[in-house]
Structure formats: C-alpha cells, structure tokens
Nanobody
C-alpha cells in the first residue's frame, strides 16, 4: 500500500513560482513512476509531469521549459518546481504513484494563479 501526501500549493501571481512536494509512505521496491497530474474546474485530470525510478522524465507540452520534476528515491519523495506560472495553471494538483500495475493518488493541493 502506498500513501501520498502533497504540500506546497497556494496562491501566487502570474509569473511567480511554486514548488510542490509529495511524500510517499509504504514500500514499493523496484520500478515505479511518480508524477503530478492536475484537474481544473470542469476539465478532466491531465498529466503534468512524471518521472520513473530510473530517472526518465516526461512533461506535458504546455509546461515544458517552465516546470521541472525531480525525485529523491531515498526519501520516497517527488517534487514539482513550477516557474513562470500562468492563470491557466490554476488547478488541483495531485501526486501519483504507479507501482505494480496500480495507481495511487494523493488528496490534492490547490494551486491558484492570479492575473
């Protein structure tokens, strides 16, 4: 069983930065993928960025060059550095862990970008 707890959301002005953190509890040895998804009001949840336990990262086209994902395997943690934020980045951001053919989700953290 994997439990995920996010932190770091909040209110920021357009052009600002935020750093999201996700701490995972439980044990999940071997290959896994941790990442961030977001869901804006009235929209489907979408991938923002993800990174495998081997260090391979993928980004949504809309955030490439502005958002950066990293992880600390020793701490079972994943981070999302968000720069040059835009109002359209406003959403609830969810931490995700894919392990052993199962998806685990955090409770989400609100990110609001004001114009």
């Amino acid at each position: 069983q994997v439990q995920l707890v996010e932190s770091g959301g909040g209110l920021v002005q357009a052009g600002g930065s935020l750093r999201l953190s996700c701490a995972a509890s439980g044990t999940f040895p071997g290959f896994n993928i941790m990442g961030w998804y977001r869901q804006a009001p009235g929209k489907q949840r979408e991938l923002v960025a993800r990174i495998s336990s081997r260090g391979v990262a993928n980004y949504a086209d809309s955030v490439k060059g502005r958002f950066f994902i990293s992880r600390d395997n020793a701490k079972n943690a994943v981070y999302l550095q968000m720069n040059s934020l835009k109002p359209e980045n406003t959403a609830v951001y969810y931490c995700n862990c894919f392990y052993s053919d199962a998806d685990y989700w955090g409770q989400g953290t609100q990110v609001t970008v004001s114009s």
